[in-house]
């Protein structure tokens, strides 16, 4: 048989409460799960919906939509329904809007109680009915909109403060003997919300879900969201994630999947181990990597495929890999299994790998590596 690294991530988990979302279970010992949230109008349900099932087809687990408005609302209930993956209603302010997403049958409600009791005490209701329908609900606090309270007591919105406003809300469901929450509290510095969520952590056990809020463009917002997440992560913090990127929300999910697989959360799947090139290269390494990457994609089984540069790292990685090419003199070594099997010319490189990967794959699956 081939062999498929066991899973280790770096940290022994932080024992949390479980909670579900719909099907998802979040918290606990449940995998951590990737989501995110949809750009369109939600009242415009084919926009909606198509945009879900994009998010669905890039690995998407649970999908939220904002609800500002009562054709938003009145829109809940064929999305719950159509949906593939649950959906959890976002609102800020209006009760009537919550009561009106748990009916639909959303997965989950994202609301502040605390922004509800400032108009009247609807929190006792709103318990009693997300507590009968099962609907768990996500306090979210957001440093953008931070209460007036605690942004006059801290100064501005600091961990202590992200912190205190969470609990807080929390408590006004706890009141009413409601606990079937996760929180966030997120900010833009992912310092901040790093300490913010280590605190979180250490003060209650509800499942977190962990975000770098306004992260930015593509770029920017992969790197803060990843370095973030990765600090978090490693020490056994969160049980949801979400990018947020200045991008479309696909892209989230792709960026939320390789944090997770980089930190062993999730079995990895196809993975190619390039070397950067130097001067030393004999070959255009990158127009090499993007061919192989390309040839492969959405290939699911965990196979490594080193694509290197000359002789010097190249036949030890290819070596280490399920399968590679060390390249030199215009011509390739394909190593499969640490076995140089056969030398091809640079032309022939690429075809050559891809054929090899696709042998592997049947096996992998004949082999049951991926049950
Ligand atoms: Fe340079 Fe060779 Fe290493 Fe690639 S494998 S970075 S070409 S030394």
Not at 210 to 226: R, Y
Not at 317 to 332: H, P, T, Y
Request: glycine share 8%; aromatic share 4%; charged share 25%.
């Amino acid at each position: 048989g081939l062999p498929t690294a066991p899973a280790r991530p770096l940290a022994v988990r932080r024992p949390s409460r479980r909670i579900q979302v719909g099907p998802v279970p979040v918290g606990g010992d449940a995998p951590v799960s990737v989501q995110s949230m949809t750009t369109t109008v939600t009242a415009d349900v084919g926009a909606t919906l198509q945009q879900i099932a994009e998010l669905t087809a890039a690995g998407c687990q649970i999908v939220r939509v904002a609800c500002p408005t009562q054709d938003d609302a009145d829109a809940l209930p064929v999305i719950a329904k159509k949906s593939r993956i649950p959906v959890i209603a976002d609102i800020h302010f209006q009760p009537k809007y919550v009561f009106a997403a748990i009916d639909a049958g959303c997965a989950a409600v994202r609301v502040n109680p605390g922004n509800i009791r400032q108009f009247d005490d609807k929190v006792k209701e709103i318990a009693r009915a997300a507590s009968a329908a099962g609907t768990p609900i996500r306090i979210g606090v957001n440093a953008g909109s931070l209460d007036r309270r605690l942004l006059q007591k801290y100064g501005k919105a600091t961990p202590e403060a992200l912190v205190e406003s969470a609990l807080w809300e929390a408590s006004l469901f706890e009141e009413h003997g409601f606990r079937d929450i996760k929180i966030s509290v997120k900010h833009n510095d992912p310092v901040v919300m790093v300490n913010a969520y280590r605190r979180l952590a250490a003060q209650c056990d509800y499942p977190l879900h962990l975000g770098v809020t306004e992260a930015g463009p593509a770029f920017q917002g992969t790197i803060k969201s990843a370095v973030a997440f990765g600090a978090l992560l490693s020490e056994g913090i969160g049980d949801t994630i979400r990018v947020s990127l200045s991008a479309p929300p696909a892209e989230e999910i792709k960026v939320g999947i390789q944090i997770l697989e980089s930190l062993n959360l999730r079995r990895r799947r196809l993975e190619i181990v390039s070397c950067p090139s130097c001067g030393r290269a004999q070959v255009d390494v990158y127009k090499l990597a993007d061919q192989v990457t390309a040839g492969l994609e959405g290939m699911e089984v965990p196979l490594r495929v080193a694509v290197m540069g000359c002789v010097v790292n190249g036949p030890g990685e290819a070596r280490e890999a399920d399968l590679g090419v060390a390249s030199g003199n215009g011509k390739g070594q394909i190593f499969v299994k640490g076995e140089v099997i056969k030398t091809v010319p640079e032309s022939k490189i690429v075809e050559t790998l891809i054929d090899e990967a696709l042998k592997l794959a049947e096996q992998m699956e004949k082999d049951g590596a991926l049950s």
